[in-house]
């Protein structure tokens, strides 16, 4: 499949599903061509990511990538394009993987070119990996080739698992990678410092 120019934005309390859903157990495969955006919202309900692809659903490959120029011919020259995509998750949910309660575990993602930003939502989604509360976990993420990617979340794993943890996650080859979590701290009221 291949994201050329798209801008995409999902009520997913409406479409109860993320905003590209990856399901099964085979691979596949996304092609980054051009500015994508990718994002998710909801009211706290229906919390899916943005581009998720949760284990409940199977437990295959997704590979985003950037193999051939945005006109679709072969890189190799001072003059090749670079693919983008901004992903957000909302809430509880992450911009590439888990998605909220039961859609929180991810696993089998791999990037390998384009030029990828992955915010995961407000409250334990990961940039890239496991949902929010409960804490889904995300496993075998790997970032490798000339891909450059900047993770970021809020109370959760800027690459891995949601608000609790990941295992296996590989950074490798020519990738450059600028990760970064968040606690959202709140000051205490004037009775707790009696």
């Known amino acids: 499949m291949t994201l050329k120019d798209v801008d995409i934005e999902v009520d997913t309390g409406k479409a ?13 495969n996304l092609e980054l061509n051009g500015d994508n955006t990718v994002m998710v ?13 949760a284990d409940k659903y199977g437990t295959g490959t997704l590979t985003i990538k950037d193999d051939v120029n945005d006109d679709g011919t072969a890189k190799g020259t001072d003059a090749d394009t670079t693919g983008k995509l901004v992903a957000g ?11 909220a309660g039961d859609l929180g575990d991810t696993s089998n993602i791999t990037i390998t070119g384009g030029e ?25 993420i790997c970032i490798e080739g ?13 690459i ?28 205490p009221s004037p009775r707790d410092t009696r």
């Open 16 to 28: 109860k599903s993320g905003a590209i859903e990856i399901k099964g157990d085979g691979h596949t």
């Open 41 to 53: 919202k909801n009211g706290w309900e229906e919390e899916h990511a943005a581009i998720e692809k």
């Open 89 to 99: 998750g909302y809430h509880e949910a992450a911009a590439i993987g888990g998605g």
């Open 116 to 140: 990828i930003t992955a915010i995961g939502g407000c409250d334990g989604g990961s940039g890239i990996g496991g949902g929010g509360r409960p804490g889904g976990t995300g496993k075998n």
């Open 146 to 158: 000339n891909a450059h990617v900047t993770a970021t979340a809020e109370e959760g794993t800027a």
């Open 160 to 187: 891995g698992g949601g608000a609790s943890g990941g295992n296996s996650i590989t950074i490798k080859d020519h990738a450059v990678v600028n990760a970064y979590g968040c606690l959202l701290y709140t000051s």
